[in-house]
């Protein structure tokens, strides 16, 4: 997924860029920032962003970091394999979520 198709989701369901915006606490040229890749969220700012879409917020953040750092696709790749696996979701304490 790219970042300005996240802003995109997230502006949606906040009903505008300027709402995203001043709920983000961050200036509505910061998102156009994001979205034209004249610069780059953080991974809370991601998370955020997945959360507010309604999109899953570990998966989506997984997807957006690898199209910001296709040099570390393989490290994502790896954590979204893990996170399928039920043994990991055990050693947590929890039931497996993604399954």
């Not at 994001?34 to 999109?55: F, H, N």
């Not at 690898?66 to 996170?83: F, M, T, V, Y």
Request: hydrophobic share 45%; charged share 30%; glycine share 6%.
């Amino acid at each position: 997924m790219k970042v300005a198709e996240l802003v995109e989701r997230a502006a949606e369901k906040k009903g505008s860029a300027l709402e995203l915006a001043r709920e983000m606490r961050k200036a509505p040229a910061r998102l156009s920032e994001w979205k034209s890749g004249k610069r780059r969220p953080d991974a809370a700012e991601i998370a955020y962003l997945a959360k507010v879409a309604g999109l899953p917020v570990l998966i989506t953040l997984a997807f957006v970091e690898k199209d910001l750092h296709p040099e570390s696709a393989e490290l994502w790749d790896a954590a979204l394999g893990e996170a399928k696996a039920p043994s990991y979701w055990s050693r947590l304490g929890a039931d497996c979520a993604l399954c």
